[in-house]
């Protein structure tokens, strides 16, 4: 199933397996199915000490030196978290960034007793992290991965208590599965060699976080703060000829170097507000 098509399925599923009796709610209890929207911001992503990594041989193992004819490494200069300016680490970098969070949810909720308050979200939407590493050759040329998210799914639990006047407010934890179609880029300024990537991909982790809720007869209205860990382990470029047989790409092998991303994390925070209608 495609990205696009879970998040529709999710809440399909969802609302087909409750029966409309069940979508009565008392004006005094969180029992029932509920849908909406959430905004909000996403914060940049952790980046700190990313770097490109290396397979010269093309063994699988991304444990080389990328080295000059001279035995020098080629990638000596260095790194960097976000998308390299210039050919050289003095033209510097933009650094990786945040942005909107948005999406649609869906889901139900159990009162048990007076005040605990059982249920499962499901979501799917979009926001605009960016995420970039960037290394340095003695060329001197830059080359950069940058990847972004482009459509976020995720399935949660969430557990909390029910208080106040008519017992309207709700603060809670949650946590589940999550799963996200990522859309990568690379760029060099390497004119010499040829670079193939494998493409964009699929990252699945976590979500946990804290959130609070007031109901406000059918509508519920709430601020939710969000862990969203992904694990992008898929993403891959070879760099290849033309180029003389000296040329460090292809020393080791004459088909070429893999180079990936050292750390497979793709890791931020949100803050959002949530507005949903209660059945």
């Given at each position: 199933?495609?990205?696009?098509?879970?998040?529709?399925?999710?809440?399909?599923?969802?609302?087909?397996?409750?029966?409309?009796?069940?979508?009565?709610?008392?004006?005094?209890?969180?029992?029932?199915?509920?849908?909406?929207?959430?905004?909000g911001?996403?914060?940049?992503?952790?980046?700190?000490?990313?770097?490109?990594?290396?397979?010269?041989?093309?063994?699988?193992?991304?444990?080389?030196?990328v080295?000059?004819?001279?035995?020098?490494?080629?990638?000596?200069?260095?790194?960097?978290?976000?998308?390299?300016?210039?050919?050289?680490?003095?033209?510097?970098?933009?650094?990786?960034?945040?942005?909107?969070?948005?999406?649609?949810?869906?889901?139900?909720?159990?009162?048990?007793?007076?005040?605990?308050?059982?249920?499962?979200?499901?979501?799917?939407?979009?926001?605009?992290?960016?995420?970039?590493?960037?290394?340095?050759?003695?060329?001197?040329?830059?080359y950069?991965?940058?990847?972004?998210?482009?459509?976020?799914?995720?399935?949660?639990?969430?557990?909390?208590?029910?208080?106040?006047?008519?017992?309207?407010?709700?603060?809670?934890?949650?946590?589940?599965?999550?799963?996200?179609?990522?859309?990568n880029?690379?760029?060099?300024?390497?004119?010499?060699?040829t670079?193939v990537?494998?493409?964009?991909?699929?990252?699945?982790?976590?979500?946990?976080?804290?959130?609070?809720?007031?109901?406000?007869?059918?509508?519920?209205?709430?601020?939710?703060?969000?862990?969203?860990?992904?694990n992008?382990?898929?993403?891959?470029?070879?760099?290849?000829?033309?180029?003389?047989?000296?040329?460090?790409?292809?020393?080791?092998?004459?088909?070429?170097?893999?180079?990936?991303?050292?750390?497979?994390?793709?890791?931020?925070?949100?803050?959002?507000?949530?507005?949903?209608?209660?059945?």
């Amino acid at each position: 199933m495609t990205m696009r098509n879970l998040a529709p399925a999710l809440l399909a599923s969802l609302t087909a397996a409750l029966a409309p009796s069940v979508f009565a709610q008392s004006s005094d209890d969180w029992t029932g199915a509920y849908a909406g929207v959430y905004a909000g911001q996403a914060q940049k992503p952790d980046g700190t000490g990313d770097r490109f990594i290396f397979d010269t041989n093309l063994d699988g193992r991304y444990n080389d030196t990328v080295t000059t004819a001279a035995g020098a490494d080629a990638f000596s200069p260095g790194s960097c978290d976000g998308v390299a300016r210039g050919p050289t680490p003095a033209s510097g970098c933009i650094g990786n960034s945040g942005g909107a969070d948005w999406g649609i949810r869906g889901g139900y909720d159990w009162q048990l007793g007076d005040n605990w308050v059982v249920g499962v979200v499901g979501e799917y939407g979009m926001n605009d992290v960016r995420d970039a590493v960037s290394s340095f050759s003695t060329t001197p040329a830059r080359y950069t991965m940058l990847r972004k998210i482009d459509g976020l799914a995720a399935l949660r639990g969430r557990l909390g208590g029910a208080f106040g006047e008519g017992s309207n407010n709700l603060v809670y934890v949650t946590a589940g599965y999550a799963t996200a179609k990522i859309e990568n880029s690379f760029f060099t300024s390497n004119g010499v060699n040829t670079f193939v990537t494998n493409g964009d991909g699929r990252a699945d982790g976590s979500q946990f976080g804290i959130g609070y809720e007031r109901r406000i007869g059918q509508i519920a209205v709430g601020l939710e703060v969000l862990r969203t860990k992904l694990n992008d382990d898929e993403y891959r470029v070879r760099a290849q000829g033309p180029a003389p047989a000296t040329n460090p790409f292809i020393r080791q092998n004459p088909a070429g170097t893999d180079m990936r991303r050292n750390d497979d994390n793709f890791n931020f925070d949100s803050v959002r507000l949530t507005a949903v209608w209660r059945f």
